[in-house]
C-alpha cells in the first residue's frame, strides 16, 4: 500500500485542547498532573516489569505477556493522549478514496503555543527520548549475554517506543519528507509475523511426549 506524508499544519486546526485556559509559561505546576503520570507511569513500568519479572515470575510466557502489554497499552496512551496534551503534537493516519495511506503530523502555531507548559514539555521529551536509549541499552547487554529469548520482547519495546519518538519528532520538525516503510507497519508486521510465532511455538514444544521424541530419533 502506497505511504505519502502529509504536511505539518500551519495554523491551530486540531481540534483539540481549544477549551483549555491560557497558562503563564512561567509558572512551575503541572497542568495534567494526571496526565503526566500515566505519561511517565506505563513506560516505567514495563521497565521495572522486564527487570524485576523473573523474582516474581518462573514463567518466560506470563513475563513477556505482561511487558508487552504494558508497552502496549503506553504506545496508545502516549500516541493518541499525552502527546496531545502535553506538547500540543498530533500524529495520525487515514486512508483516502483511493486506497493510500496518509501519515498526518500536526502541531500547535501561534498563541496556542503558550498553552503548553514548559515543565510538561521537558517531562515529555525526557521521558520519549530515555526509554529507547534503556531498552536499546537492554539489547545490547541481552545479546552479549547471549539472552535470545529476551531480545524478541526488547525489539518489540525498541520498535513501539522508537514510532512514537520518530512520529513526534516529524510533528515538531514539521518536515513533509515521504515516508518509506512507516515504524507503525513495522510495528503490526512485527507482531502479527514473529510475536505469533515465537509464542505459539513456545507453547507447542512442552506438548511432545518422550515417546515421540524418541520415535523421532528412531525415524532418523
Known sequence: ???????????DTLG????EEEIQTNSKSLKHPYVTFFHLAFRVSAIVAYLLCGLFSNSFIASFVTVVLLLSVDFWTVKNITGRLMVGLRWW??????GKSHWV?????????NRINPY???IFWM???LCPVLWVLFFLIALIGLNFKWLLLICIAIVLNGANLYGYIKC???????????????TSDFFRRQVIQNVVSMMARPSQSP???????NII
Request: net charge negative; hydrophobic share 30%.
Open 172 to 186: 515538531k520538525t514539521g518536515h513533509g519528507e515521504k515516508l518509506g516503510t512507516s515504524l507503525t507497519s513495522m
Open 127 to 129: 521521558a520519549l527520548i
Open 120 to 122: 510538561e514539555a521537558q
Open 211 to 217: 515417546s515421540n521424541m524418541r520415535g523421532q530419533t
Open 1 to 11: 500500500m502506497a505511504s505519502a506524508t502529509a504536511p505539518l499544519l500551519d495554523d
Open 16 to 19: 483539540f485542547g481549544e477549551e
Open 105 to 113: 503530523f500536526e502541531a500547535r502555531k501561534g498563541t496556542q503555543q
Open 93 to 98: 493516519n487515514y486512508v483516502d478514496d483511493e
